[in-house]
C-alpha cells in the first residue's frame, strides 16, 4: 500500500516536507547504500591498493550521479532525498558525515543543476525500506517528476526495487516506470527494463580518486 504525502510528511526532519509540486528531477537515496556497500567497497579498495581512499566529497559524488542520471535532459533542478534509520544516523564514508542532516540546503553546481537537500526518516511509524518503497511510488506517480534516479542497498533490499518496478510495468504499462533511472553495482542490462540503468562504480572510482593505472 502506498501512503499519502500528508502521512510521509509526518516522517520528516522538522525542516523538510515533501513539496506539493516536486522539481524535474528527483535523487532518492537510501543511506545504507553508502554506510554498507560503498563503506565495504572503499575497505576493500584501499586494501587492495595498498593505500587509504578518500573519504567521499558528497558535493562531488552527488554531482556525478547527476550527470550519469541525465538531470541536464530534464531540468534545472533536482530534490536529493536522503532515508535513513534514524536521526542519529551518520555517513560513515563521507568527507561531511552530517551531510544528510543539511535539510533545506543546497548547491549549484554550473552548467549541470541545482541540488536541493533533503531527508526523512521512519521516525518509528514504520522501518526504512516501507518507507523508501512508499516514497518511490509517490515519486513514480507525480506528474511533476520526469527524471526518478533510486539508488539503494542491493544487500538489504536483494532485488525488490527492480521486482517492483517490473510487477508495475507489467500491470500498468512500461510507462509506469519509465521515469525511473536505477543505479546498479554491476554492467547494465541492454534493452531488457522498461526503466535506465546507470553503473554507480564508475562514480565511485571517481570520487575515490581511482585512476586506470590503478587497475590495469
Known amino acids: 500500500m502506498v501512503v499519502s504525502k ?6 520528516m526532519n522538522d525542516n523538510f516536507q515533501l513539496p506539493v509540486n516536486f522539481p524535474e528531477n528527483v535523487m532518492l537515496m537510501d543511506v545504507a547504500l553508502l554506510n ?19 573519504l567521499i566529497d558528497m558535493i562531488q559524488w552527488i554531482t556525478c550521479l547527476g550527470l550519469d542520471g541525465d538531470v541536464t535532459l530534464y531540468g534545472q533542478n533536482t530534490q ?3 532515508v535513513h534509520e534514524s536521526p542519529e544516523t551518520r ?16 548547491f549549484f553546481v554550473p552548467e549541470v543543476n541545482k541540488f536541493d537537500l533533503s531527508s526523512v526518516h521512519p521516525a518509528g511509524f514504520t ?3 516501507h518507507l523508501y518503497f512508499d516514497l518511490m511510488h509517490i515519486l513514480l506517480d507525480s506528474k511533476d517528476v520526469k ?5 539503494y542497498s542491493p544487500d538489504l533490499y536483494g532485488p525488490s526495487v527492480r521486482d517492483e518496478l517490473l510487477r508495475l510495468a507489467a ?14 553495482f554491476g554492467p547494465a542490462a541492454l534493452n531488457k527494463y ?11 572510482a571517481h570520487v575515490f580518486g581511482i585512476k586506470r593505472e590503478d587497475v590495469e
Open 194 to 204: 522498461p526503466y535506465r540503468q546507470v553503473n554507480v562504480i564508475m562514480s565511485l
Open 91 to 106: 555517513l560513515s564514508v563521507a568527507a561531511q558525515p552530517d551531510f544528510l542532516h543539511e535539510d533545506g540546503a543546497s
Open 36 to 54: 554498507r556497500e560503498v563503506a565495504s567497497m572503499h575497505r576493500s579498495m584501499s586494501w587492495g591498493l595498498k593505500r587509504e581512499l578518500p
Open 127 to 129: 522501518d526504512t525500506s
Open 147 to 151: 527524471n526518478l534516479m533510486l539508488l
Open 171 to 184: 500491470e500498468n504499462g512500461p510507462e509506469a516506470v519509465s521515469k525511473a533511472c536505477l543505479y546498479e
Open 6 to 11: 500528508d502521512l510521509i510528511n509526518l516522517f
Open 80 to 82: 536529493v532525498i536522503f
